[in-house]
């Protein structure tokens, strides 16, 4: 099983980086909020099919890399996830938008979400 969030990760000069101002549902840790987030926005939503061993889901993952507090803001984290370049097609900003922030909004272990 793929773990999309993953402190250690360090961010590279070909990762896109997006921050997220997450508010958890009650009982959901702001690092599995932010590791969903991340799993919706990448590979968390590709079908398995026969054909998986020939391509590396950790390759493309997108990761959840830092959790911070909202300073005064009850509930609230921003959630860093880097996605690897390669995960998007090249040239298309929309594929990359509709990517990162399409399906991921009506993620249900969300009360808010909003990409900062």
Do not use: H
């Not at 991340?38 to 997108?62: I, M, N």
């Not at 996830?81 to 040239?91: C, H, I, Q």
């Not at 990162?100 to 909004?105: C, E, L, P």
């Amino acid at each position: 099983k793929l773990t999309y969030y993953t402190p250690e990760y360090e961010t590279k000069d070909t990762d896109i980086l997006a921050a997220f101002r997450v508010t958890p549902q009650p009982g959901v840790p702001p690092e599995e909020a932010g590791a969903a987030v991340a799993a919706e926005s990448s590979t968390g939503t590709w079908t398995t099919v026969w054909t998986d061993g020939l391509t590396s889901l950790d390759r493309y993952k997108g990761r959840c890399y830092r959790i911070e507090r909202v300073v005064g803001e009850k509930d609230q984290y921003i959630a860093y996830v880097a996605y690897p370049l390669d995960l998007f097609e090249e040239g298309s900003v929309t594929n990359m938008f509709t990517s990162i922030v399409g399906n991921v909004f009506g993620f249900k272990a969300l009360r808010a979400l909003r990409l900062e």
